[in-house]
């Protein structure tokens, strides 16, 4: 299976309209149970922060979708300026 993500991409799991956004880390390693090879190119490692602390998790490819908003994980408030006609 080719690889949907790279690292440094922004992402959410599918299906859970509360999931933070996450930053794909890296493509792990992992052993199939059922068929006992190693997989390279399926799993990987996700980064969030929740409350000022850093999570981690593994997830599988095909549970996540690209995030359209990848400003990065902080909001910071910007002042608009209002435009005057003179």
């Known amino acids: ?12 799991a599918k299906g859970k309209l509360t999931a933070p956004k ?7 390693s992992r052993k199939d149970k059922l068929l006992g090879v190693i997989d390279n190119d399926t799993y990987l490692e996700c980064v969030w922060y929740k409350n000022g602390e850093r999570k981690s998790a593994i997830f599988h490819q ?8 990848g400003n990065g994980l902080f909001i910071t408030n910007t002042p608009t300026q209002k435009l005057r006609l003179t």
């Open 1 to 12: 299976m080719s690889r949907k993500f790279k690292p440094g991409e922004w992402v959410k």
């Open 62 to 69: 095909n549970n996540l979708i690209k995030s359209i908003d």
């Open 22 to 28: 996450m930053q794909v880390l890296k493509y792990i």
